[in-house]
């Protein structure tokens, strides 16, 4: 009978030794997660601070008639009753939208206005094609490869966004003041789903976002999200990070912490967005390092810039990740399959 050399045997043992290990330690992770996933279900009627905080509600859309009228508009309302209208302002822009959003958001204001809910909905004209044929100035358009010049995206997107905080300057110059900006995109949400976003960690942190998924189990935006180590997503898929401190997090379903992140619904403190020197507003890199292929989303620049998250003698925590789902643009079936009892994450 042949026999393997006595080292051939030894590695084969390690390796089958080792493979037994790997096994375990994946058995006991799924067992403890599975745990995690359960244990929240008891508490997922998240409450509010008392006395509740005075949210301004930010919001852009472009093309989004169908999430709108499906989920938005209503899901939107049912979180300004949560609130109370007396404590929530409204701000959303529009611009050159090429189906009805615009009817869509007309309706909602006629809605928000029957509530007496304190609001601007601003419905712009100008479309993407009449950003692009303006005559090219002298920041914010690149000289490309065909030979001309063309306008950047992310200077674009900045202005639309910092467009959606004007009235805030403006309210506070009245005398009226927020405690937290909630920033939200076309996503599925439900009122659940904010009350365990603004409610993290007892409302104290630079930023929180939540988990928004396209096709689950794949994550939607990586562009701004940087996990504890600066890091970007490893995968789109569960566990997302390779910094230690996001992944730990992750598997407890304890809100993650990240350096940044702009995921479906964004909750920041309002007092930087008012300092009188150098009120925190969205940005994007200069031209010139545009010019040598590089970019940077205005949703991670607005956390470098965010003097909270950077200052390590405030008793605040920096960004956190909460482990609540919700989906960008209109499927509420999808929604279904990342969130269980309005707001815990199953993927």
């Keep these: 009978m042949l026999r393997l050399p006595f080292r051939h045997r030894r590695r084969r043992g390690l390796f089958h ?78 611009s050159g939208s090429y189906d009805n959003t615009k009817d869509a958001l007309r309706a909602l204001d006629q809605s928000l206005a029957a509530l007496d809910v304190p609001r601007n909905i601003t419905l712009s004209n100008v479309t993407h094609w009449d950003e692009m044929h303006k005559p090219p100035a002298d920041h914010d358009w690149l000289q490309t490869k065909r030979g001309k010049k063309e306008l950047r995206r992310i200077p674009y997107l900045a202005r639309t966004r910092n467009i959606g905080l004007e009235p805030l300057s403006r309210l506070a110059e009245e005398g009226v003041h927020f405690d937290k900006i909630l920033f939200l995109n076309d996503i599925v949400f439900t009122v659940n789903d904010v009350f365990a976003l603004l409610g993290t960690h007892n409302g104290q942190y630079a930023a929180a976002c939540s988990l928004d998924f396209s096709k689950p189990p794949y994550y939607y935006d990586t562009f701004a999200l940087r996990d504890a180590d600066g890091k970007e997503p490893i995968m789109l898929t569960w566990p997302y990070f390779s910094a230690s401190a996001s992944r730990n997090a992750l598997v407890q379903l304890d809100p993650v912490p990240v350096k940044s992140c702009w995921n479906g619904m964004v909750a920041m403190p309002a007092a930087p967005f008012l300092y009188t020197d150098k009120p925190l507003r969205f940005r994007d890199i200069p031209d010139s390092l545009a010019q040598e292929h590089l970019e940077g989303s205005e949703c991670c620049l607005i956390h470098a810039d965010n003097q909270i998250a950077s200052d390590a003698a405030r008793p605040t925590r920096p960004c956190i990740l909460t482990t609540d789902g919700c989906l960008p643009g209109g499927s509420c079936a999808d929604y279904g399959r990342t969130a269980f009892d309005d707001g815990v994450m199953l993927t």
């Design 17 to 94: 030794a080792l493979l037994i290990l790997f096994v375990i330690w994946n058995a006991v992770e799924v067992v403890l997660i599975q745990r995690h996933l359960w244990h929240p279900l008891a508490h997922n009627n998240h409450q509010l601070q008392s006395p509740p905080e005075r949210i301004f509600i930010a919001s852009i859309h472009w093309n989004d008639e169908i999430i709108l009228r499906s989920h938005w508009n209503q899901a939107l309302i049912n979180l300004v009753q949560a609130l109370g209208p007396q404590n929530v302002f409204v701000s959303v822009y529009e």
